[in-house]
């Protein structure tokens, strides 16, 4: 069973960078499928921020596109979210995800607690 | 960009069904999956429109039709109160869409 834990910083000030990563146990972040973040403002819905795809490609969110940075450590087994100069609309909770097994379509059956950062003025 | 609309709110009494709509463009081409958040994660209940991954109960369904995707919860629990999310993989642009989610109250 694969199992996903969010670790980083609770409080970021704002205009700095916000990183966090993703620790995967279970499956080897090398050869999974779809490894995914996505936020949730406080009292909002979900929202995609981007994703590494297996071949080695990353996907981002075009609201994010210039600030995100998705990338994998192998070694570590674990991918990382890289988000520049954030504001306090970068306040989320922000999720792992992943979908480890090929398949024909995208969706995501392994997600981590979640992790709440607070950017602050 | 792509857009999927679900109805913000629902409420159904315990032992009736639910129905949560998910309606966007070209939907019939896509695949729809649904998730159910309770407490903090959200949680994967529906893929491919219509496939129930093993641990969700038998009274959730989906379907498609058209534009609009319907997840069905029968016979309502206490437990099902929660926000659903439809989601779907645009190949185009390879980004991922959510739509907006819809609160299901037990009343």
């Known amino acids: 069973q694969v199992q996903l834990q969010e670790a980083g910083p609770g409080l970021v000030k704002a205009s700095e960078t916000l990183s966090l990563t993703c620790t995967v146990s279970?499956?080897?972040?090398?050869?999974?499928?779809?490894w995914t973040w996505i936020r949730q403002s406080p009292g909002k819905g979900l929202e995609w921020i981007g994703s590494?795809?297996?071949?080695?490609?990353?996907h981002y969110s075009p609201s994010l596109k210039g600030r995100v940075t998705i990338s994998k450590n192998t070694s570590k087994n674990l991918f990382s979210l890289t988000l520049k100069s954030v504001t306090a609309a970068d306040t989320a909770l922000y999720f792992c995800?992943?979908?480890?097994?090929?398949?024909?379509?995208?969706?995501?059956?392994?997600w981590g607690q979640g992790i709440l950062v607070t950017v602050s003025s | 960009s792509y857009d999927l609309t679900q109805p913000p709110s629902l409420s159904v009494a315990p032992g009736q069904t639910a129905t949560i709509s998910c309606g966007g463009a070209?939907?019939?081409?896509?695949?729809v999956h649904w998730y159910r958040q309770k407490a903090q994660a959200p949680e994967l209940v529906i893929h491919d429109?219509?496939e129930r991954p093993s641990g969700t109960p038998e009274r959730f369904s989906g379907s498609k039709s058209g534009n609009t995707a319907t997840l069905t919860i029968r016979r309502v629990e206490d437990g099902d109160e929660a926000d659903y999310y439809c989601?779907?993989?645009?190949?185009?642009?390879?980004?991922?869409?959510f739509g907006g989610g819809t609160k299901l109250t037990v009343l």
């Open positions: 070209n939907l019939g081409t896509k695949g």
């Open positions: 590494k795809y297996y071949i080695g490609t990353s």
């Open positions: 279970g499956h080897l972040v090398a050869s999974g499928y779809y």
């Open positions: 989601q779907v993989w645009d190949r185009n642009s390879n980004h991922i869409i």
């Open positions: 995800a992943a979908r480890v097994t090929v398949t024909n379509d995208i969706w995501f059956d392994s």
């Open positions: 429109d219509t």
